[in-house]
């Protein structure tokens, strides 16, 4: 075959051998991904072929998913954004989940291999799962009748390996953040909060999650704020920050140009794929400018109920470190023990109050470290046994044990937790107030003195 002249070439003046092309394109995502989404939202049929019949007269291009070259204002960005200015910190980052939040949190803070991590005995597993994941060796503290850290206990628990302490703002409430970052700053560790469960709580007029070195949060569906899956990632050190960015990107991260060399020595790692789509974004959005609402209807709403409830032998209200900043979506006292604990819960259900409790059952539950035997046995993924068996980590942690904090366990087994639903109306405060004196009045001795917990 006679070769062509490289004159003939489009690249030196010759003509194009491709001019138009027939094909229609068609955009790669739009309206079959809009009423899969309005089906996620439990729309019917005839809501959904009227949603398509709207949507089918606009062409709309495929919309960028992804916060990055994105030709619309980043829903995620909006996002993080938003919950700078509602915490009051210079640095968010929007996240998939809570625990990849706490996973970022701490390879950004360097905790890995040769390093002791205290975290309490009553938290999700996720809390202590993610110090392994990120080669370090947890060590379980007690917690006291706030069910939040106890002090006392993680002072005794440091050691020359202590890097870092993980208090839990558990159910609303908030830990001692006072006690504990005195502690921290006299061993010169680290305080990672893990806010999950206190979204929007705060401690002494500043929102937890914004106290400590790192503050992170879950914004899932199943939390006080959110929808989906989604966590953030809370700081007010720029260093911190980019190596938080970089854990959460693959280690691509922006800072701000992406194809930089490492600027300063910690800035470029491995990470992992841990960004949160503008989807998600976009649902959090919505559900983080709530938040600040939801929190006064919680507390106006428990407010409501502990101002009637009356005081008996026997009967504890839990420690609240700051009752006008936690969320106060749950009221929770200590019975003498946990038979009675039991038996109160249930006839709390009886009168229509939904009570419960937990510990001295024989349910597992993942949120009382009795239960984690990742750790009490000291698993591992792979055969190799890492991180327990790392060389850097020999030594480290502690005798793992389910009876090793017998406080949290009997503080546990005497709690009577109940739920407290924002949208309760002032009659049905009073309605759940009355049922829950009727109760404790039934098995408790009443005690004189003033009424309101
Ligand atoms: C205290 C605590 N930390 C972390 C997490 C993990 O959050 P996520 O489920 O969003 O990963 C949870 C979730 O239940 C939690 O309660």
């Not at 989906?228 to 800072?255: F, K």
């Not at 759940?432 to 003195?449: R, W």
């Amino acid at each position: 075959m006679a070769r062509r002249s490289a004159e003939a070439l489009a690249i030196n003046g010759g003509a194009k051998a491709v001019t138009s092309l027939e094909c229609k394109d068609v955009p790669k995502i739009g309206i079959e991904e809009f009423i899969e989404l309005a089906d996620t939202f439990g729309f019917s049929e005839e809501a959904k072929a009227a949603i398509r019949a709207v949507i089918e007269k606009e062409n709309v291009p495929s919309p960028m998913l992804s916060r990055y070259y994105n030709p619309r204002p980043s829903k995620v960005k909006m996002l993080e954004e938003l919950a700078m200015q509602l915490f009051d910190v210079p640095y968010v980052l929007a996240v998939n989940s809570g625990t990849s939040a706490l996973n970022t949190a701490y390879v950004a803070a360097g905790i890995g291999p040769g390093c002791e991590v205290i975290v309490p005995g009553y938290t999700f597993f996720a809390t202590v799962a993610e110090v392994v994941t990120a080669g370090a060796i947890p060590v379980i503290a007690e917690i006291d009748e706030s069910l939040t850290i106890d002090p006392a206990d993680v002072e005794r628990k440091i050691t020359p390996h202590t890097k870092a302490i993980v208090p839990v703002h558990m159910i609303g409430t908030c830990a001692d953040m006072d006690a504990i970052m005195a502690i921290a700053r006299k061993h010169g560790l680290l305080v990672i909060e893990d806010a999950a469960q206190a979204c929007g709580a705060s401690y002494k007029g500043r929102r937890v999650g914004t106290i400590g070195d790192f503050g992170c949060f879950s914004i899932s569906s199943y939390k006080i704020t959110g929808g989906g899956e989604a966590g953030l990632v809370m700081t007010h050190d720029p260093y911190l920050y980019t190596r938080a960015q970089n854990n959460h990107d693959t280690g691509a991260c922006w800072r701000p140009d992406r194809y930089a060399k490492e600027r300063e020595a910690g800035e470029l790692f491995c990470g992992y794929n841990y960004k949160l789509s503008e989807l998600e974004g976009s649902v959090n959005l919505v559900q983080l400018r709530k938040m600040p609402d939801q929190v006064r209807r919680w507390q106006k709403t428990k407010r409501q109920i502990t101002r009637q409830l009356r005081h008996f032998a026997g009967i504890t209200p839990q420690q609240v470190r700051d009752p006008d900043g936690e969320v106060g979506n749950h009221l929770v006292f200590f019975a003498p023990d946990a038979q009675a604990a039991e038996k109160t819960a249930a006839a709390l259900a009886a009168e229509g109050v939904g009570a419960s409790t937990r510990g001295c059952k024989s349910a597992r539950d993942w949120h009382l470290y009795a239960f984690w035997e990742h750790i009490l046995e000291r698993k591992s993924a792979t055969p190799a046994g890492c991180p327990w068996s790392c060389e850097k980590n020999a030594g480290l942690g502690q005798d793992y044990s389910p009876d090793m904090c017998p406080r949290t366990l009997d503080i546990l087994s005497r709690a009577v937790f109940i739920g407290i639903n924002q949208w309760w109306t002032e009659r049905d405060c009073d309605q759940i107030a009355g049922a829950i004196n009727k109760v404790l009045e039934a098995y408790y001795e009443p005690l004189d003195g003033e009424i309101g917990w």
